[in-house]
C-alpha cells in the first residue's frame, strides 16, 4: 500500500494513517509507506515505484493499492498567499504488474529545484514559477508522449491536475492542441484535491464516456518542489 501525499505533514505526530487503514481493510501482510517526495505529482510518482516494485516481486497475481487523499491543518499551508482555493478529496487505484486493464506506456518527470518554494536564495520564485509554468508543462508532456511513441496530437485526452482553466489554455496554444483535448470538468466542481486530481480526473473520464478500448491518454501534475511530471496509458 502506498500513500500518495503532497505535504510532509498531514497528522499531528504521531498519528499516522496507514497502520489504521491495514487494519481496516485487513492488510495485516501488506507492506506500507507514503511517497510524498514529488509534492501534488506524487500520485503518479506512486504509480510508477509500485509496478517497479511489482514486477521485481515476480508475484503474477500480486496487487499494491495506492491512496490518496489529505486534509491540510498546518498553518503555513492553510495560509500560504500564492495558493488560493483547494479542495479535499480521496482516491484509491489498484496496480499490477500485468493485466487486461489500463496499460502505462511511458512516464516521465522533470525537476526544476531552481524554482522550489522552500528556495532560501530569493523571494521571486513564484514569479519565475509562474513565468516557465506554461513550458515545463509542454515540455514533460511532450517528453512522455515520445517515450510512448506517439505525438502529443495521437493523445485522445489529457487528465490534468486541477488547477486554473487559463493556465491549461496556455499549454494546450503552446502544444497546438484544441483545449477540449484536455478534461476540465472537475476544476469548478472539486478545484484542485492535491495527489487525489489524477484519480478522480480518470473516474470521470470514464464514467463520461471520455475514454474508449486502445484510446492512449495522458495525466499531467505539477508539485512543489518543482516538480513535472507526465504519465501515458493505453485504456
Not at 506512486?46 to 516481486?57: K, S, W, Y
Not at 488547477?163 to 489554455?169: I, K, L, Q, T
Not at 470514464?206 to 512543489?224: E, H, K, M, P, T
Request: glycine share 8%; proline share 5%.
Amino acid at each position: 500500500m502506498l500513500y500518495a501525499r503532497t505535504v510532509p505533514v498531514s497528522l499531528p505526530h504521531p498519528l499516522t494513517p496507514l497502520p489504521e487503514l491495514c487494519e481496516l481493510l485487513n492488510l495485516h501482510a501488506a507492506t506500507a509507506f507514503a511517497v510524498s517526495h514529488h509534492g501534488c505529482a506524487s500520485g503518479l510518482l506512486a504509480v510508477d515505484i509500485a509496478g517497479r516494485l511489482l514486477a521485481m516481486d515476480g508475484e503474477p497475481d500480486a496487487l499494491a493499492l495506492i491512496v490518496a487523499g489529505e486534509q491540510v491543518f498546518t498553518l503555513d499551508e492553510m495560509l500560504r498567499p500564492e495558493a488560493q482555493i483547494f479542495g479535499e478529496a480521496s482516491a484509491a487505484c489498484l496496480v499490477s504488474a500485468d493485466g487486461p486493464r489500463d496499460r502505462v506506456l511511458s512516464y516521465a518527470t522533470l525537476q526544476r529545484g531552481d524554482l522550489d518554494h522552500w528556495a532560501t536564495d530569493g523571494l521571486d520564485y513564484a514569479e519565475r514559477f509562474a513565468k516557465q509554468y506554461t513550458g515545463l508543462v509542454g515540455e514533460v508532456i511532450s517528453t512522455a508522449a515520445e517515450r510512448a511513441g506517439l505525438r502529443v496530437e495521437e493523445l485522445r485526452l489529457i487528465l490534468p491536475h486541477n488547477v486554473n482553466v487559463r493556465s491549461w489554455r496556455k499549454v494546450c496554444q503552446r502544444l497546438g492542441l484544441p483545449p477540449t483535448v484536455v478534461l476540465l470538468d472537475n476544476v469548478p466542481l472539486l478545484g484542485h484535491t492535491f495527489a487525489a486530481d489524477s484519480f478522480l480526473n480518470y473516474r470521470t473520464a470514464v464514467d463520461n464516456g471520455r475514454l474508449s478500448a486502445g484510446d492512449r491518454y495522458l495525466i499531467v501534475s505539477a508539485g512543489y518542489g518543482a516538480i513535472f511530471s507526465a504519465m501515458v496509458l493505453e485504456h
